[in-house]
């Protein structure tokens, strides 16, 4: 019988991004962007290591993540041509091993598929953060509801429901007298409005119905120039905030997408205690997080360690206070993030290895 006393072994954790074979064998702590997130993982007595990601060596990837007891990840949707189909299975896998020994994978790929993709507005639309949201599951479906709601519900944006970066979300207004056209603006940047037939820009859509599935049609907020804030969750809890003056789906200035007034403004970040964001804090912490996790059927500690939920101003209230509307959820690579926000993942992880450890005894 084995009668040492063990101290435990440090928990390891990967970081994982998408790059490049030069990029997988150069990695370090130190050298990347994550550099603030391995230091307060670090501090926090986690051991935490760099695995960089492509599906040319994926097999590489998938034998070092069954060494570790945690994976957080870091890799868009959709980053230069390539998605995530590949990885997604991968991550799967490797999670699907746990609780034995195996690592928990954050935000797990079913997850984001809940609370990442686009249709999260429609799921959820009953929430306080709500707008008038419809969804179009078939190509069939949305050449026959989307014309009449066009004509009566005044400016629409559409998504296709796994994207990022603007790609696959328009702007569509109808133009008076002439039922027939309307005018798009794409939100990816450099775009110029264009008018169109709607005959037309229905099937430029209808590609969007193969790997997203749906398209969700949500109305257009206008208060769109005063900004996006963007809050910053670790598991349950607010992390900060980010303030910006967004140009995606502002059309151009005369002298076009280059012109330094059409570059968004820096995003400016804040703590979780910053005051101007109290109430929308308050309401996120208490009501529609809470709610998300019940709607969605997400428990508490499958919650991304680090996702953000970004909120248009919506019609100020009968008191002329500012209202939130939820313009999309990142659950898939939230980054960059506020000052505060390393310690908070720390804090997350920390949780979650605990309570892995837990259910292996
Ligand atoms: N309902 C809306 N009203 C006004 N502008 C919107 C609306 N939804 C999205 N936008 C604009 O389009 C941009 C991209 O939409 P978003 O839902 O964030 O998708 P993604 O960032 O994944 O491409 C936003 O940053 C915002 O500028
Ligand atoms: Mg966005």
């Known amino acids: 019988m084995d009668t040492e006393q063990h101290t435990p072994r440090r ?7 998408r790059g490049d074979a030069a990029a997988r064998r150069e990695a370090t702590p130190h ?12 501090a926090s007595g986690i051991e935490a290591c760099p695995v960089v990601y492509d599906e040319s060596f994926a097999d590489a990837v998938r034998d070092q993540l069954l060494t570790m007891d945690g994976v957080l990840v870091w890799v868009d949707p959709i980053h230069q ?4 189909a590949a990885l997604d299975p991968l991550l799967r896998e490797v999670a699907s091993k746990h609780p034995t020994q195996h690592p928990w994978v954050s ?6 598929l809940k609370m990442g993709v686009k249709e999260v507005l429609y799921r959820t639309r009953h929430l306080g953060w709500g707008a008038d949201t419809h969804r179009y599951a078939t190509a069939d479906a949305f050449r026959a509801e989307f014309p009449s ?26 133009l008076p007298n002439a039922d027939a056209t309307v005018r798009v603006l794409h939100a990816l940047r450099g775009s110029q409005p264009e008018e169109m037939p709607l005959d037309a820009f229905i099937a430029h859509c209808e590609p969007y119905f193969g790997w997203g599935g749906c398209i969700i049609d949500q109305a257009f907020q206008p208060r769109l120039p005063e900004g996006m804030i963007r809050c910053y969750v670790s598991g349950s809890k607010v ?14 200035p005369p002298e076009g997408p280059d012109a ?12 979780p205690d910053a005051p101007q964001f109290r109430t929308l804090r308050r309401l ?30 919506g019609p100020r209230d009968a008191d002329g206070a500012d209202t939130y509307v939820l313009c999309e959820i990142n659950a898939s690579s939230c980054f960059a993030i506020p000052d505060e926000a390393p310690a908070a993942i720390a804090q997350t992880v920390k949780e979650r290895v605990r309570r892995s450890m837990e259910s292996v005894r």
């Open 11 to 17: 928990s390891r954790i990967a970081i994982l991004w």
């Open 31 to 42: 050298n990347n962007r994550f550099v603030r997130v391995f230091e307060a993982l670090e």
């Open 81 to 84: 041509g390539k998605t995530r």
């Open 107 to 112: 935000a797990h790929p079913d997850v984001i």
């Open 149 to 174: 709601r066009l004509r009566t519900g005044g400016p629409r944006v559409l998504k296709q429901n796994r994207g990022n970066g603007g790609q696959g979300v328009w702007k569509v207004e109808a």
């Open 239 to 252: 992390a900060g905030f980010g303030h910006q003056l967004i140009k995606a789906l502002i059309p151009p």
């Open 260 to 271: 330094p007034e059409a570059q968004p403004g820096p995003r400016i970040m804040h703590g």
């Open 284 to 313: 996120m912490e208490d009501e529609w997080i809470p709610q998300l996790m019940a709607t969605l059927v997400i428990d508490e500690a499958s919650l991304p360690v680090i996702w953000d939920a970004d909120f248009l101003y």
